[in-house]
């Protein structure tokens, strides 16, 4: 298998108290969050890419570049599209974009690299080491 240039991902949610600015400390209104807004767009992203993956390799985010351009309020459907547009070796860069029942609310560019699982989680377990 391999990831190719336009392979696409969604991911989505309802604004709800657990995922506002509020929540994320990212805030004091009770409005979709821009962390969150940037979790949705990241999941949309690796989620496309995965099945694409040899076994016991997944995909890290290295870099996400982003405007958040409208609120969404509590109980509205929000979601998130990717689409891979460069594949470079084990680099990926994709277009990302948010969406509610209005319309656009977000968009940017985000970058993920393809690891090996075991090896990526041993090296982060090092930092645990004397």
């Known amino acids: 298998m391999s990831v190719t240039v336009g392979l ?3 991911a989505e949610a309802v604004v709800n108290d657990s995922n506002t600015a509020q929540a994320a400390c990212s805030g004091a209104l009770p409005v979709f ?13 690796w989620k496309s890419i995965a099945p694409h993956l040899e076994e ?5 985010g ?6 958040h351009d409208s609120a969404t309020p509590i109980g509205m459907k929000v979601w998130a ?6 594949v470079d070796g084990k680099r990926i860069v994709l ?11 977000g968009k ?11 090896r990526f989680v041993q090296k982060a377990q090092r930092k645990l080491e004397g």
């Open 8 to 10: 696409k991902g969604r």
């Open 33 to 45: 969050g821009t962390p969150f807004m940037c979790a949705l767009m990241e999941e949309a992203s």
């Open 56 to 60: 016991g390799q997944s995909t890290v």
């Open 62 to 67: 290295t870099r996400l570049e982003v405007s």
């Open 81 to 86: 599209e990717s689409e891979v547009t460069q």
């Open 95 to 105: 277009n990302v974009t948010a969406y509610d029942e209005k319309g656009l609310i």
């Open 108 to 118: 940017g560019t985000h970058e993920r690299f393809i690891i090996q699982n075991e």
